[in-house]
């Protein structure tokens, strides 16, 4: 049965971060509009840098998200070091990767347990899985405490970190405490299964639209930060070539910037990561992904980002247990190197939980900033998201779904792509 | 308001809140969720009407509003007036929301066109300079920090769900500094705003030696002036002293002293 007449029109979509607004007319059995606007207001972030000394990229910019600050704030860091010419210390990469790792791990499950499961189980929020589903919040939030204390262990605080400076840290880790969060990732690895038996439970909306996914490039490993740029299409680029990488533009409808590569529209993201990289999972992590459909072949089903990020959880953390292990297997060494301000140009790529981040900074013979830009991964999705919008509602129209229907695919859509809409505006 | 709690046996009314943002990270929400060990018992403190970013559903009818961030658009003005007609209590959740935030350091330029320029190149789009709350509408209540300690956070929403009176430390967070036996930042060389900048957040950062940035905005009784000499004493340059005051727009009155102009672009 074809769908004849719809009109949705959601303003400030809910469980996402930032303002969204969704609208799809349907008419005579047409789609008249189908449209994903972004009105969140700007905050000016490139130029509130400009003429500010180094030291204040990480610490700003780290504000640009409250979800992903750390990671952010470690993209600020490798755009000056990169400048510089700092090569961080073994011990200084392992700890900011741990401190990443329970990042990805922190915003993954707030994604899919608070603002992702709840349509999933036919629910407004997790509030009432608090009655209905006990066990399952309980999990949920076992594992975001794991990640969030270690986050307080070696990054000083989970939300805009106070140990993380150009150079190094300013603070080490208490090696005990890091012995026994080794143990709490170990223990949680039977909360991230029970995880992957709820999914399994899940419907995931067979859709999908053809897009090239962009990612950093695993050189037999699954890469978080820093390296080669790589998309689907077969794009390869150098870290300090993102531009050509992202084309940023702009459009009225928007007031975050879009981006796009080979196609009109390009993705980011743990799913991006998993179709590029799917080869650098480790075993266990790649048998999760395979039970699920994912494997060496691009999938195209935006949906599935959802399934790609407890991939994902599972992948970091049996990567920071042996993180720990590296950590715990030598003495400390020092926790900062000096560094000495140069003139010139850094960038740096660095995967967090939405996709890829891309930091360049000019800094000046005595470290001040006289250029900035920033491209967040929710920015070089919005395009794609406004595609696959478009694509969904003649989905709908095909499968004659009900007006309720289509604006909860609608919406689960948007919502698949965990999209950090202030992020994408800064 | 719903009667379901007890406090020393007495019902407590559980009042409906809201938690709004403007332009902001969204952090300090997000900060609520982050006290994963409480967070039901917090939950069940209050009735939350509205929460953009964790529910679905939306009610309208809230005594209590916890606005995050600050204002940038006209529009956002509206929307805060709205939500001060609606509710009883309106909390400034943050720094934005106390004094700009981060997003008021682009006021310190002299052009805003230049501002949009840097970000936008040609294309149209519409700021203004970032106000706290306070410039529109009347605050009852400020929740200081960037972001906002979530710790304290419950002690003042217990105390508003209690009718108790919600007091702020008088003193610097260099007290909570001393009283914690941390090294002084200023002997590892290090700038920090600790001797002038209100207490309240146990010396969060100085307790994992970064130097204190002034998030929560100057103490009742602090000796700026002093300051200034401290940090000479410490051959620590003006500039860093400024890059942290002005960071947050806590210190605004005094920057504008000791600034004397807006940057030129």
């Known amino acids: ?426 | 308001m719903t009667m379901t709690k007890t406090f020393l046996g007495v019902p407590v009314a559980r009042p409906k809140v809201a938690f709004l943002e403007l332009s902001s990270c969204e952090g300090c929400q997000l900060q609520l969720l982050n006290n994963e060990a409480t967070l039901l018992d917090f939950l069940s403190l209050v009735e939350i009407v509205r929460f953009r970013e964790g529910m679905k559903e939306a009610g309208d009818e809230y005594e209590i509003a916890f606005v995050e961030g600050s204002i940038t658009r006209a529009d956002e003005e509206e929307r805060l007036k709205r939500i001060r007609r609606q509710a009883r209590v309106v909390v400034a959740l943050g720094s934005c929301a106390c004094f700009g935030g981060v997003n008021q350091l682009k006021n310190r330029f002299n052009d805003l066109e230049w501002v949009k320029r840097e970000v936008y190149g040609s294309h149209p789009i519409d700021s203004q300079e970032a106000k706290p709350l306070s410039a529109v509408i009347e605050v009852d209540l400020e929740i200081f920090g960037c972001p906002i300690k979530k710790e304290e956070v419950e002690r003042i929403v217990t105390a508003l769900v209690l009718g108790q009176e919600v007091r702020h430390p008088q003193y610097p967070v260099c007290m909570e500094c001393k009283a914690r036996e941390n090294i002084c930042l200023f002997e590892l060389g290090e700038p920090c705003l600790g001797p002038v900048t209100r207490a309240g957040c146990d010396a969060w950062c100085p307790a994992n030696r970064m130097g204190c940035w002034g998030c929560r905005g100057p103490a009742p009784e602090a000796n700026l002036a002093r300051l200034e000499i401290i940090m000479a004493e410490r051959g620590i340059s003006r500039q860093r002293m400024i890059d942290r005051l002005e960071c947050f727009g806590g210190f605004a009155g005094f920057v504008a002293e000791v600034k004397g102009k807006k940057e030129e672009r």
């Open chain 1, 1 to 426: 049965m074809m769908k004849i007449s719809c009109d949705i029109d959601i303003k400030h979509l809910t469980r996402v971060e930032g303002h969204g607004n969704i609208r799809i007319v349907i008419a005579d059995g047409r789609v008249r509009e189908a449209r994903w606007e972004v009105v969140e207001t700007p905050r000016f972030f490139e130029a509130i840098l400009v003429g500010k000394h180094f030291e204040n990229a990480p610490y700003i910019c780290g504000r640009i998200c409250g979800i992903c600050s750390i990671g952010h704030t470690l993209a600020s860091i490798r755009a000056v070091e990169n400048t510089f010419g700092i090569i961080p210390t073994e011990q200084t990469r392992r700890l900011r990767l741990l401190l990443k790792h329970m990042e990805t791990l922190q915003s993954h499950i707030l994604h899919i347990y608070f603002l992702a499961a709840p349509d999933y189980l036919g629910v407004g929020s997790v509030l009432p899985l608090t009655q209905s589903h006990p066990a399952v919040v309980q999990q949920a939030l076992r594992l975001k405490l794991l990640a969030n204390d270690i986050c307080d262990e070696v990054g000083g605080r989970r939300l805009h970190p106070t140990r993380t400076v150009v150079g190094g840290f300013t603070m080490l880790p208490d090696r005990y405490r890091l012995g026994q969060f080794r143990q709490r990732l170990q223990a949680s690895l039977a909360d991230l299964d029970a995880s992957v038996e709820l999914f399994a439970t899940f419907t995931i909306p067979d859709f999908q639209r053809q897009t090239e996914f962009v990612s950093l490039k695993g050189e037999g490993d699954y890469p978080f930060i820093g390296g080669n740029l790589i998309s689907s299409d077969g794009v390869v680029k150098e870290e300090r070539e993102y531009a050509a990488m992202t084309n940023e533009y702009m459009a009225d409808f928007s007031t975050s910037k879009l981006s796009r590569l080979s196609r009109k529209s390009m993705a980011v993201g743990a799913l991006a990561r998993i179709n590029n990289n799917f080869a650098g999972l480790l075993p266990q992590a790649k048998a999760i992904a395979e039970g699920f459909g994912l494997g060496p072949v691009v999938v195209h089903n935006p949906f599935m980002n959802v399934v790609a990020q407890l991939v994902e959880c599972v992948q970091v953390v049996l990567e920071s247990m042996q993180l720990i292990d590296e950590l715990l297997a030598e003495p400390w060494q020092e926790v900062r190197q000096t560094v000495e301000p140069r003139k010139g140009i850094g960038v740096a790529a660095v995967e967090v939980p939405r996709g890829i981040l891309y930091h360049c900074l000019h800094l000046d013979g005595a470290g001040r900033i006289v250029k900035a830009d920033c491209v967040i991964p929710t920015s070089q999705n919005h395009a794609n998201i406004l595609h696959d919008i478009e694509a969904l509602a003649l989905f709908c129209v095909d499968q004659g779904k009900t007006d309720k229907e289509i604006e909860l695919l609608a919406e689960m859509l948007v919502r698949a792509y965990d999209p950090c809409i202030s992020c994408s505006v800064h």
